[in-house]
């Protein structure tokens, strides 16, 4: 069983613990006649015992989280490796492409002294 399971078992518990078991009472002593004295000390005793209950889930779901984190922390230096990677080959590849546009540059700009008529053969292609 893992930690989910666990804290939901224990959420379950609490529950039934904390809500079902005293509305349980109070519908017994409407219903069939139970005393209200002892509708009432159980309705308390499940209460007392669904404290206990969340203070033990709490300390289940404390030692979870430490699991969790980890897990979390692994999960996030493994996405942190992989966004670099990427980062590094599109910014090769911005690098790149500003090249060729530099080069399309001088060739517009060649173009442009041509049709103007100051074309000069010396330049280099």
């Given at each position: 069983m893992?930690?989910?399971?666990?804290?939901?078992?224990?959420?379950?518990?609490?529950?039934?613990?904390?809500?079902?078991?005293?509305?349980?009472?109070?519908?017994?002593?409407?219903?069939?006649?139970?005393?209200?004295w002892?509708?009432?000390?159980?309705?308390?005793?499940?209460?007392?015992?669904?404290?206990?209950?969340?203070?033990?889930?709490?300390?289940?779901?404390?030692?979870?989280?430490?699991?969790?984190?980890?897990?979390?922390r692994?999960?996030?230096?493994?996405?942190r490796?992989?966004?670099?990677?990427?980062?590094?080959?599109?910014?090769a590849r911005?690098?790149a492409m500003?090249?060729?546009?530099?080069?399309i540059?001088?060739?517009?700009?060649?173009?442009?002294?041509?049709?103007?008529?100051?074309?000069?053969?010396?330049?280099?292609?």
């Open positions: 893992n930690s989910t399971e666990v804290k939901a078992l224990m959420g379950v518990g609490l529950f039934a613990a904390v809500f079902a078991v005293p509305v349980a009472m109070f519908y017994f002593a409407a219903r069939y006649g139970l005393d209200t002892i509708a009432t000390a159980v309705s308390v005793l499940a209460i007392i015992v669904g404290g206990a209950l969340a203070v033990g889930a709490l300390a289940i779901a404390y030692g979870a989280l430490g699991e969790d984190e980890t897990y979390a692994r999960m996030l230096r493994k996405i490796e992989e966004y670099e990677e990427k980062e590094l080959a599109y910014s911005q690098r500003l090249e060729e546009l530099d080069e540059a001088e060739l517009l700009r060649e173009i442009r002294d041509l049709l103007k008529g100051e074309y000069d053969e010396t330049r280099r292609y």
